[in-house]
């Protein structure tokens, strides 16, 4: 190849290396170079260019760095345009790519397509190609064939399988097989290469606890305070040494006891059962007692002396007390005459002033059937708030003389009806 500098034509085979030029002072045909004169230049490289100094008068290889402005509109590039116009246009088209150009990520695509309900089949029915959702090219489906499903046995050719054909076998071949598990020495590995517990952590300090046949954990391997009560069948089967702070319970007695140091000692006297004054009561027997007292179908209410007919429950319980009629005794064969047991003899009407005790006298004529006996007789008044105190009588002549005493405990005065009774027996 050739170099022409400054009208000079100069041979250069090959260009591996920067090349020197030497330019004597003189001129040589009709074109000059002002400041190339007794110099030695060097060919630029690649992105350099060969640049006049005004500053130090002198040439030098420089790099290229050519300004430019963005382009107002994006244009196609065209041969013999400056750099700086070509810069400005490659710039422009930079500048509008958009960040999906960069990502290559569908969700930083702006204005993505949706498509409207309205073109959406759900069972691919439509078949108006002119509605905007007809779907063309659609694939033709094949109609499966029902078939029989036999009852039992192996399936004909026109039947499902069953699950329990024979013809079916869970049986793989060797191939399947991964040729470690066919090997007659397995590979081992250690217990944290599965992520297992080492055995030699089992029942360790800073291991695991184990568990005994029960699923719990032996107590040779909880903390004492855990363990401070120990159950045995009987006291002949405690330790032939205890331990200081443990309970130990004897299940054929119930009982609790301490080690001493050298013995077994009861840590309280226990209260037996029994029906004497040191025993205790079985608490089922007395929960039965106890139902029996309060079932509610007993009687609960107190009833006035009289006599009644008695109505019972099964458990022994008075359920009811109904007063006798006259029509119960008579209906035991007893004549009406004989059961009259008491006797009208006088009534009368007095006021009894509030808060006092009045005594009142009633006259009447006849006999008394018992007039000695003053505990027959009894006064009936119309008022609970009166109260009888006493009753009195007394044979004037030939007339009686019933004396009541009332009293009043009210803030008023009450009028009052008596009736006298005598009874017969």
Not at 10 to 16: A, F, R
């Amino acid at each position: 190849m050739s170099e022409r500098v400054m009208g000079f034509e100069v041979e250069i085979e090959s260009v591996t290396e920067p090349i020197e030029v030497e330019i004597m002072s003189g001129t040589q045909g009709a074109t000059t170079l002002a400041g190339l004169n007794d110099t030695l230049i060097t060919s630029p490289q690649d992105g350099e260019a060969l640049i006049f100094d005004g500053t130090d008068n002198k040439w030098e290889n420089k790099e290229i760095a050519p300004t430019f402005t963005e382009a107002e509109a994006r244009a196609n590039i065209v041969s013999g345009e400056t750099l700086s116009v070509l810069f400005g246009k490659i710039k422009k088209f930079f500048s509008d790519l958009k960040t999906v150009a960069f990502t290559n990520d569908y969700n930083d695509l702006d204005n993505k397509p949706s498509i409207p309900s309205a073109q959406i089949q759900s069972d691919w029915t439509q078949t108006d190609d002119s509605e905007v959702d007809y779907i063309k090219h659609k694939p033709t489906l094949g109609t499966a064939s029902e078939k029989d499903v036999p009852v039992s046995g192996n399936a004909s050719t026109t039947e499902v399988v069953l699950g329990s054909d024979t013809r079916l076998s869970d049986s793989r071949p060797a191939s399947d097989v991964y040729s470690w598990a066919k090997a007659e020495t397995k590979p081992t590995y250690t217990a944290s290469e599965v992520g297992a517990i080492p055995t030699t952590d089992k029942g360790s300090v800073n291991g695991v606890a184990e568990l005994d046949s029960t699923g719990r954990v032996p107590s040779s391997q909880l903390p004492s305070y855990v363990d401070d009560v120990r159950t045995y069948n009987s006291i002949s089967d405690f330790p032939l040494t205890g331990e200081d702070g443990i309970i130990y319970i004897a299940k054929d007695t119930n009982k609790t006891y301490r080690w001493s140091g050298t013995a077994y000692v009861e840590i309280s006297e226990s209260l037996a059962l029994g029906e004497t004054s040191s025993t205790a009561y079985r608490g089922d027997r007395g929960k039965t007692a106890y139902d029996h007292a309060t079932d509610s179908s007993r009687l609960t209410t107190a009833t006035a002396n009289g006599l009644y007919k008695v109505g019972s429950t099964a458990e022994g319980h008075i359920a009811s007390l109904t007063a006798v009629q006259k029509a119960d005794i008579t209906a035991l064969g007893i004549p009406a005459q004989d059961t009259v047991t008491e006797k009208f003899i006088m009534e009368g009407s007095l006021t009894v002033n509030a808060h006092s005790s009045t005594i009142h006298a009633m006259m009447g004529s006849g006999e008394f059937p018992f007039p000695s006996n003053k505990p027959n007789m009894y006064v009936l008044v119309d008022n609970t708030n009166i109260i009888v105190r006493d009753i009195d009588v007394y044979k004037q002549w030939s007339d009686w003389d019933v004396r009541i005493t009332y009293f009043n405990p009210t803030d008023s005065a009450i009028t009052v009806t008596a009736r006298v009774y005598c009874k017969l027996i």
